[in-house]
């Protein structure tokens, strides 16, 4: 099976622009978190999708959203760009959840916000 | 909500040494506790996980132990070898909940 891509693998944007990443899981996988990674904070969960729905949700502000669709794929989308949100954004996907599952991750996206 | 602590942040060790990666979580309701590997570049895989109804696991060089009263769990890796020196991360949540990741360690491996 293909592993999980994501695209694009990396972006630059301006302080107040906005942005959507996209994911594609493992096919048959139908749920997706996605995380940001930077350097001494580890991942950050943001939020978990399964079937349309979001189930979790991380402590990030409202500028970060997301949505799934009913292929799985999801996109992730983060309004007013703050120097702040450059990170390393991965998705990850599981059968059917992210807990008592192993979670498999995409390459990631790094943006870099100037 | 769950909080996870990771240490130590670096670990230096000489090959064939042991290495040992400790967690600490907060919510005495997480049930699963999965370990991460994350070499330079490249995305994050599963190494070992362990479920609270077990105390610990091994899987060849990789064992992981659990201790729910501490609540804390730690990641023995034997042996090692250049090939292990990458970043760590572990893991914790319970049934519906979101996982919850350290900030990693990371182990770096001498010949």
């Known amino acids: 099976k293909a592993g999980v891509t994501q695209t694009p693998r990396y972006l630059i944007k301006t302080r107040g622009q906005q942005v959507t990443l996209s994911c594609s899981p493992i096919?048959?996988?139908?749920?997706v978190s996605w995380y940001q990674q930077t350097p001494g904070q580890g991942l950050q969960f943001l939020f978990e999708y399964f079937s349309e729905t979001q189930r979790n949700k991380g402590n990030f502000p409202g500028r970060f959203s997301g949505r799934q669709f009913s292929n799985s794929r999801s996109e992730m989308n983060v309004s007013t760009l703050e120097l702040g949100d450059s990170a390393l954004y991965l998705c990850?996907?599981?059968?059917?959840?992210?807990?008592?599952?192993?979670?498999?991750f995409g390459p990631g996206t790094r943006l870099l916000v100037l | 909500g769950e909080n996870v602590e990771q240490h130590p942040s670096t670990l230096s060790v000489q090959e064939g040494d042991s290495a040992v990666i400790k967690c600490t979580y907060s919510?005495?309701?997480?049930?699963?506790f999965p370990w991460y590997k994350q070499e330079l570049g490249k995305r994050p895989q599963l190494i070992i996980d362990?479920?609270?109804?077990?105390g610990e696991k091994k899987d060849q060089r990789i064992a992981v132990t659990l201790n729910k009263t501490a609540k804390h769990f730690s990641l023995h890796i034997t042996e090692t070898q250049p090939e292990d020196s990458a970043v760590y991360f572990c893991?914790?949540?319970?049934?519906?909940?979101?996982?919850?990741f350290g900030t990693g360690t990371r182990l770096q491996v001498f010949p």
């Open positions: 096919s048959g996988h139908r749920s």
């Open positions: 919510d005495s309701a997480s049930n699963y």
């Open positions: 362990i479920r609270s109804n077990v």
């Open positions: 990850a996907s599981s059968l059917l959840a992210p807990w008592g599952e192993t979670q498999y």
């Open positions: 893991a914790a949540s319970k049934d519906t909940d979101k996982l919850i």
